[in-house]
């Protein structure tokens, strides 16, 4: 019912920046959060940044000062915009979206898209 399509992804220097983009296509009406995830080799996928409908962000630590996420006005798609980066941030980013179910229960579905490469040298 979602479909989730990464971009913005590639190779940067230490202390340079990226913005990754997500766009939403399908049911987008019934979108709820949106976020990123990352995975980086020999580790488990881990939370970077969630933003609501309602516009409130979530970060993960490591990230905060450093990376901001925001949505459109019509919520399909959601931007990370990373400054700052590391060589420790290196990792494939996942795009994420919450979707309401349209059957019963009214309970909310991840969506994930298939990633971008991000990596940093230093």
């Known amino acids: 019912q979602v479909q989730l399509v990464e971009s913005g992804g590639g190779l940067v220097q230490a202390g340079g920046s990226l913005r990754l983009s997500c766009a939403a296509s399908g049911s987008i009406s019934r979108i709820n959060t949106m976020g990123w995830y990352r995975q980086a080799p020999g580790k488990q996928r881990e939370l970077v940044a969630t933003?609501?409908?309602?516009?409130?962000?979530n970060y993960a630590d490591s990230v905060k000062g450093r990376f901001t996420i925001s949505r459109d006005s019509a919520g399909n798609t959601v931007y990370l915009q990373m400054n700052s980066l590391k060589p420790e941030d290196t990792a494939v980013y996942y795009c994420?979206?919450?979707?309401?179910?349209?059957?019963?229960?009214?309970?909310?579905?991840?969506?994930w898209g298939r990633g971008t490469q991000v990596t940093v040298s230093s």
């Open positions: 933003i609501t409908n309602g516009g409130r962000a």
């Open positions: 994420n979206a919450a979707v309401l179910r349209t059957t019963w229960p009214p309970l909310n579905r991840d969506y």
